[in-house]
């Protein structure tokens, strides 16, 4: 059993954060499985069956969870750019796998902030609320906040446009080199500006796809979020779920 819920974050963390969650997984004697699909994020998860919490950098295919037993979590998840306002270094160094807060934060905060979440028996909500704590003190003690700049407003373009941006049109409308704004993207957001637009295009089509009932036109599908043709989506749902979307739909509807 999984139970997973997300809570709004504190005002002062909002320019920051997407949501905090918490979720509790019950497997007993059997494993668990489950896939999560690239979406843009970098998460903070602190876990009691770790002895530290951890980073998750923005992902770039899916990976796959396995659990066993009692896991409790509980997280954070930054706005697309918004990490880079708690974490020291260029933050495509994040990608595609996970990095103790010991590194990235110092031992003595990652310890204190495992202690304090792990030490005493607390509800969701009493964990949630030291999270955010720590959080606050990181963006106190951290880099100094970055102002949104080039990337805010790119990624805003192309989240509002659901990836049919194209990079070359993006830039001219910022007013900078399609290198420097890529230069930009990797240090502040962790991928490149052309592989966020195709995640955001990719969540946007497969959201369509969770909505719809019956048999899907695929060739309509991809023409509405932007793709050349069915070939392109398929390719992205082999890139972003490991799958071809008719097998993807197929699983999540059993």
């Not at 979406?39 to 002895?51: A, G, K, R, S």
């Not at 020291?88 to 990608?95: F, I, S, T, Y």
């Not at 951290?142 to 990624?155: D, F, H, K, L, R």
């Not at 991809?222 to 739909?249: C, K, R, V």
Request: proline share 6%; glycine share 6%; hydrophobic share 45%.
């Amino acid at each position: 059993m999984i139970v997973y819920q997300e809570y709004a974050p504190l005002p002062a963390l909002r320019p920051w954060l997407a949501c905090v969650w918490t979720c509790r997984v019950q497997a007993g004697n059997t494993v668990l499985r489950h896939q999560v699909l690239p979406d843009n994020c970098i998460d903070i998860l602190c876990q009691d069956q770790q002895e530290t919490s951890f980073a998750v950098g923005m992902m770039t295919a899916p990976i796959n969870v396995v659990s066993q037993g009692l896991v409790q979590t509980v997280a954070a998840r930054f706005k697309p750019g918004a990490a880079a306002s708690f974490f020291d270094l260029p933050l495509c160094e994040l990608n595609d796998g996970r990095t103790d807060l010991q590194s990235l934060w110092g031992r003595d905060m990652a310890m204190r902030l495992t202690d304090a979440l792990w030490s005493d028996p607390l509800d969701d909500l009493q964990r949630i609320a030291i999270l955010q704590d720590h959080l606050l003190q990181r963006l106190r003690s951290g880099p100094p906040p970055s102002a949104a700049g080039i990337t805010g407003q790119a990624i805003t373009l192309i989240e509002q446009t659901q990836g049919r941006l194209r990079v070359a049109s993006l830039a001219e409308q910022l007013k900078v080199s399609r290198q420097h704004l890529a230069l930009q993207f990797r240090h502040k957001v962790g991928l490149s500006p052309k592989l966020f637009a195709r995640i955001c295009r990719f969540r946007a089509a497969n959201a369509t796809l969770q909505r719809l009932h019956g048999a899907p036109d695929w060739a309509q599908l991809a023409l509405e979020h932007g793709y050349f043709d069915q070939s392109h989506l398929i390719h992205d749902f082999q890139d972003f779920a490991h799958s071809a979307p008719e097998t993807w739909l197929a699983g999540k509807q059993l």
